[in-house]
């Protein structure tokens, strides 16, 4: 995997990744920034968010769950002094479906925080991950 990082000014920088994809990221006007765009860390907690959303719903369909809709509400803690890394990530899945089982997205969420999400497994290393879960029925 590659991806290029390039300066645009003060502490605006455009990612590209290496499928072809761009994102502006910037900083708060007080760190010297315009905030045209996400901070560098939230772009991290993003992409871990996606990166468990994703298998968690590969995981249902592949099991023939009747998933609808997926969403993650993502709330995190980062440490108070440099470097400031994340401390603590809570994701709340909330899964709509016909006659979803919780023991099914359960384990889909195991799965994934355990085995296939590489984001939020190198995470792990540094902050206390947690998950919950609601079921919406279609």
Known sequence: ?????KWVEDVCFVGESGSGHA???DGAPEGGGRNIGMRPM???LLGTGACTAYDVVH???KSRAVISDCSVEIESERATEDPKIFTRIHFHFVLTGKQLKPQQVER??????EKYCSASI?????ATITHDYEIRET
């Open 108 to 113: 889909a969420i195991q799965l994934s925080a």
């Open 23 to 25: 994102i502006v990221m």
């Open 122 to 126: 190198m995470l792990a290393k540094s």
């Open 42 to 44: 939230e772009t991290v």
């Open 1 to 5: 995997m590659k991806a290029r990082i």
């Open 59 to 61: 995981i249902l369909k």
